[in-house]
T-cell receptor, first 113, second 114 residues
Framework: KAGVTQTPRYLIKTRGQQVTLSCSPISGHRSVSWYQQTPGQGLQFLFEYFSETQRNKGNFPGRFSGRQFSNSRSEMNVSTLELGDSALYLC????????????FGPGTRLTVL | AQSVTQLGSHVSVSEGALVLLRCNYSSSVPPYLFWYVQYPNQGLQLLLKYTTGATLVKGINGFEAEFKKSETSFHLTKPSAHMSDAAEYFCAVIPMDSSYKLIFGSGTRLLVRP
């Protein structure tokens, strides 16, 4: 069974640009969550989607948005990039219940110059 | 708000020694509890989880953790460290509020000395 895939793995952008990251969940999983990992703030929850609906959102500005498609694939978008957005962005998929294990992808390393 | 505390940002042990990584959560209602491991340039891999039932949970690679409600703790142990255990370990919870989000501790980097 294929794991969670994220594309691209590495990305370099400049301030003010926007970026879209993609996540393909494990087959059959309907929940996709996104997390930001930085040395200073650690791992922080961005948002979670289940069957194309956002069920929960973390404390991030509106520049961070996401969506989920009917095949459960998900994208997150960051507009007007800031230097502080440089991070590892991790996607996780699960069956959708709180007690389900979340399976993580390898992440997308975003560098903002 | 729910929080997770991991004591010690770095823990160093000798190969073959006991590994003990500490985790405490703040909640009057026990959440679901997880330990994840992260190797360099990789995502997170689940070591073990506690949802209900037996409070001593066994995971992969010889790790285990015990849920102690009275101490609000979920410490991770391994009887004998191996060089390949060197990585960063994260304790995480999902609160019982249907938020579906993992709340992570700050992580503990485990160093294994030969």
């Amino acid at each position: 069974k294929a794991g969670v895939t994220q594309t691209p793995r590495y990305l370099i952008k400049t301030r003010g640009q926007q970026v879209t990251l993609s996540c393909s969940p494990i087959s059959g999983h309907r929940s996709v969550s996104w997390y930001q990992q930085t040395p200073g703030q650690g791992l922080q929850f961005l948002f979670e989607y289940f069957s194309e609906t956002q069920r929960n959102k973390g404390n991030f500005p509106g520049r961070f948005s996401g969506r989920q498609f009917s095949n459960s694939r998900s994208e997150m978008n960051v507009s007007t990039l800031e230097l502080g957005d440089s991070a590892l962005y991790l996607c996780a998929s699960s069956g959708g219940d709180s007690y389900n294990e979340q399976f993580f992808g390898p992440g997308t390393r975003l560098t903002v110059l | 708000a729910q929080s997770v505390t991991q004591l010690g940002s770095h823990v160093s042990v000798s190969e073959g020694a006991l590994v003990l990584l500490r985790c405490n959560y703040s909640s009057s209602v026990p959440p679901y509890l997880f330990w994840y491991v992260q190797y360099p340039n990789q995502g997170l891999q689940l070591l073990l989880k506690y949802t209900t039932g037996a409070t001593l949970v066994k995971g992969i690679n010889g790790f285990e953790a015990e849920f102690k409600k009275s101490e609000t703790s979920f410490h991770l142990t391994k009887p004998s460290a191996h060089m390949s255990d060197a990585a960063e370990y994260f304790c995480a919870v999902i609160p019982m509020d249907s938020s579906y989000k993992l709340i992570f501790g700050s992580g503990t980097r485990l160093l294994v000395r030969p």
